[in-house]
């Protein structure tokens, strides 16, 4: 295979992949590598974050380098890791307008509605990644780490009595 059709072949497994993968991990400048939602538009994975209720994009600034890996929808195996620029996009820009139509499709559960877009421009932040064309191996081993620190806790235990439950009501069903 050429390096033209190796490099053709890439950007069509990057592009693929990422737009049916509805979770990607991305690692910024420095920082453990965190899950993200995205939308993929116009050659590019856009994100939406940094503000109230929204995710957190650690390490990802205007102009600097992300790693991104994709993991398959079905099996969630990793399936290509490929390098990004960060171009951040700014506030009611045409870009910024076309990649929030998209954004605002593949957000669940927002607490504001069809509202969410003005808080989008006020509070938060709408990165592009745009591929740089390299791709890098598929790492060996399992990568997993410890869970991040939260604040989020659970109260107490489960009743012990609760599996016991779930399972009588699956079958009255």
């Not at 380098?65 to 951040?88: I, Q, Y």
């Not at 045409?94 to 003005?118: F, H, I, Y």
């Amino acid at each position: 295979m050429t390096s033209a059709t190796s490099a053709l072949f890439d950007r069509a497994l990057v592009e693929e992949a990422t737009k049916k993968s509805g979770l990607v991990w991305v690692r910024g400048s420095g920082g453990p590598a965190r899950p993200l939602w995205h939308a993929w538009h116009e050659g590019a994975m856009c994100l939406v974050g940094d503000g109230p209720g929204e995710q957190p994009l650690p390490g990802l600034a205007d102009g600097g380098p992300a790693e991104v890996t994709v993991r398959s929808k079905d099996k969630g195996g990793r399936l290509v890791c490929w390098a990004a620029t960060v171009v951040e996009l700014p506030s009611g820009s045409g870009e910024w307008e076309a990649a929030v139509a998209v954004l605002k499709g593949k957000r669940l559960n927002a607490p504001d509605g069809e509202a969410m877009t003005e808080r989008w421009a006020r509070e938060c932040r709408v990165l592009r990644l745009e591929p740089t064309g390299v791709t890098a191996p598929l790492p060996e081993g399992s990568l997993a780490e410890p869970p991040l620190p939260t604040p989020v806790t659970t109260r107490r235990p489960a009743p012990a009595g609760l599996p016991r439950l779930l399972a009588r009501r699956g079958k009255r069903r």
